[in-house]
């Protein structure tokens, strides 16, 4: 099985790139033959780089040139020919790129309208090239964020493509959401418009906030200065340093929140990749947590990330890992799911951890989680085999929970104060095809689910009522 990403925008190709070089590495930790085997297979092309790329894929034997599975788009070449000119240019080539010179100027419009439909046959038609080379397509991947031009734009108009194209493939999206204090002056337009477009046409979406990433890595820079985890650096160790790789340039202050983004989605491509007592693809994820198609938002938090922070210190206890999984400090949202309501919760362990671990820990954990009356038991498990690079497990925990809602207020609130003055909309409004009802719909699509939210949120502590069985006459 295979998931197809899509990296759109400055961010998106910023987190993309931190995943490919994670990837390879974990590859390369377990496949020490070189050999092409179904793990790789899952996110990279073996090439015969003698036919010029176009060659048949070689599924047999050593590994010649891998390839990944992915399209890498930027209305800016910034972030791109970094890409190229680093220690992943092989990996990628010019078939997977489509970049432009001018950016979007932070303007959601800009991307989605005009360079929309200025892209959009070389989009599809980079797609379904890349597409035949699957075997057996999953999904796909957008990562993108919300704040700029292009990966609101454009992004969410790829989201829509990928629809008209493959509508029964599943469409998963990790968005980055601006802070309150962003620096881009139209992100709560570009976002709320991007919003509406992830209701309709996304069948997941992991919203991770910059202000919780900021936060995680400023705590575990603070913890390494302090010297309470000792200070000897762990060169293998990968939640947030790139310590170790192919990339000996200076790091960037954005490196270490887009490695733990990159972390997020290794961890939940990893059943995917590799064997485990208990896989689980991607589409169970939405299968059995997106009980209402509009409330596909998922609340991740990822464990270890401060205890193992690159830093020489005993791994915890197991349950401990449990635990902070579900405490404020390891969402990568600001976000309380304890004290919300949950839809559904699934767990995904990597690392030597058995089956009976996960059950008990669920059982521990469950009295202080607050169910849906008509799903207590709504828990999804994933076990793999391989840690992540320089761990013993870690844990992905993704929570179909009301604790996004705050999120989503705030941002209808720095949404409304610029519309009620009518600021910047001129920027949107003289570009073709956007109206301003583009904006009214918007923002009432956003308010539309966080109604959704308030009614579920109403039913918590009320009575647990199972619902009626069917009666079968005899």
Known sequence: AVSLPFAVGQCGNQVGCRFWDL??????????????????????????????????????????????RALLIDMEEGVVNEILQGPLRDVFDSKQLITDVSGSGNNWAVGHKIYGCQYRENIVEKLRKTAEHCDCLQCFFIIHSMGGGTGSG????????????????????????????????????????????????????????????????????????????????????????????????????YDAMNNIVANL?????????????LNMDLNEISMNLVPFPRLHYL????????????????????????????????????????????????????????????????????PSLHFVSWNQEGWKTGLCSVPPVGHSHSL???????????????????????????AHLHHYLQIDGMEQSCFSEAISSLSDLIEEYNELDATKGGP????SRLKIAV
């Open 265 to 277: 989605l290794l961890n939940l491509t990893s059943s995917s990749r590799f064997e485990g007592s």
């Open 154 to 253: 454009l992004g969410t108009f790829v989201l829509n493509l990928l629809e008209e194209e493959f509508p029964e493939v599943y469409r998963f999206v990790a968005s980055v959401y601006p802070s309150g204090e962003d620096d881009v002056i139209t992100s709560p337009y570009n976002s709320v418009l991007a919003m509406k477009e992830l209701n309709e046409h996304a069948d997941c979406v992991l919203p991770i906030g910059n202000e919780s990433l900021f936060e995680i890595v400023n705590k575990i820079h603070q913890m390494i200065n302090s010297g309470k985890l000792g200070s000897t650096v762990k060169q293998n160790s990968l939640v947030t340093s790139s310590a170790g790789s192919a990339k000996t340039l200076q790091e960037k202050p």
């Open 464 to 467: 647990r009522i199972d619902p």
């Open 23 to 68: 990837a390879l590495r974990e590859h390369a930790a377990v496949n020490k033959k070189g050999i092409y085997d179904e793990a790789l297979s899952s996110f990279f092309r073996n090439v015969d780089t003698r036919s010029g790329g176009n060659g048949p894929d070689i599924y047999k034997g050593k590994i010649c040139s891998l390839k990944a």
């Open 396 to 422: 992905l925990a993704l929570a179909n929970n009301t604790c996004v809602k705050p999120t989503f207020i705030e941002l209808k609130d720095r949404f409304m104060k610029l519309y009620k003055k009518k």
């Open 299 to 366: 609340v991740s938090s990822l464990t270890p990330l401060y205890t193992l922070a690159d830093v020489n210190v005993p791994s915890r206890r197991l349950d401990q890992m449990f635990s902070d999984a579900f405490s404020r400090d390891h969402q990568l949202i600001q976000a309380d799911p304890k004290h919300s309501l949950y839809l559904a919760c699934a767990l995904l362990v990597r690392g030597n951890v058995q089956v009976s671990d996960l059950r008990r820990n669920i059982e521990r954990l469950k």
